[in-house]
């Protein structure tokens, strides 16, 4: 075990994503009063931020898209903002002292919509019958005003009114739905520490189908009545992949696992904290819909538990949930890691080599190559550790960073601890040069 830390990059501007967050404080907690209306695609929000100065502020920055604010409090009292370029700038009556501990009060309304990026819209997305929540890696103030980066993680509490018929999930547990005329206020409690990216909402008309209860970790899709059949055939092994999981990675980092079949296309499924979304085109039998409902899941614990510090990690999130996707295909008596290994490995031989996994850049941040690549380090790390140095080396870095923020060098100082053999030219290889290393025997 070593001591929570905040990772150096943690202090700094995103590298990829520098006009996202304000990182000279830190949001601890978020409570979240949303009224919804589908039909309009009307919100009209307040959120309450409890937060503490890194340093002293005079001013400070939310980030929050183009919404009407009514009012803004820090501490309770009316603070004067500026709202332009997505951001919300705060200048509080008293300025802070390093160290304070402040609430900010920000009362909005207005229409929703995604975030515009190189990967089409992200955040809020108003579906035919309800809405969706997609964020990573900026959507988030689409729909709230918040710290955007990801190692800034707090815990949540999220209450949703809408009407009646729809049905709203959301991050973390249910504490209660209450119904009022012909609205429900959905009160969801996420005691997890979260990053702003995989905090979600899904609104819809949605069936619950509670999945076979096998690790203690209760699992139940929401669903489309219509497809509610197809779903309990398709995710059917999903129980037995969080039980070998649990046993590779550690134990199921949250309190359940949702999972949200929305009633469209999506172009990918998306994890969220305690929650993935898939399309209705993710339904259907065989590897490539497996593959899915496995790498989702695996973020629960690489992404969502052990979170990174800044965008430029992002392989550490991807590169483990690939090989999360393998090690599923091993166990459930399919072809092994290593065949799995093996053709990524041709695959990317094919391809141009141009790519720095552990600083893709942002524009290839998201690219398949990252993925591939990604899991071919995870699984040249486990022919170099052998077989039980490796799976201990695995389990114990969920378990040092449960709930926490890290960057590729932590990975790499951890997995040295692991080894009497030198790790720096196999990292040098695979994740600071671009061209594709032979996979060791
Ligand atoms: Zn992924």
Redesign the pocket.
Known sequence: MKPKHVPAAAGAPDPYFPNSGDHRYRVHRYELALDYRPGPNRLAGSARLSAVADTALTEFALDLAEFRIGRVLVDGRAARYTHRGGKLRIRPARALAPGAAFTVEVHYTGNPRPVRSPWGGLGWEELTEGALVASQPVGAPSWFPCNDRPADKATYQLAVTTPSPFTVVASGRLLTRTTRASSTTWVYEQSAPTPTYLVTVSIGHYRPVPLAVRPAVPQTGYVPERLAAAFARDFARQPEMTAYFGEVFGPYPFGEYSVVIADEELDVPV?AQGVATFGTNHLGAGWEHERLIA?ELA?QWFGNSVTIADWRHIWL??GF?KYAEWLWSEHAGGPGAAVHAAAAHRLLAGLPQDLRLDDPGRKLMFDDRLYQRGGLVVHALRRTLGEDAFFAMLRDWTGANRHGVVATSDLRAHAARYTTAPLGPLFEAWLERPELPPLPD
């Open positions: 994890e790498h973020h999130n991807e949930a």
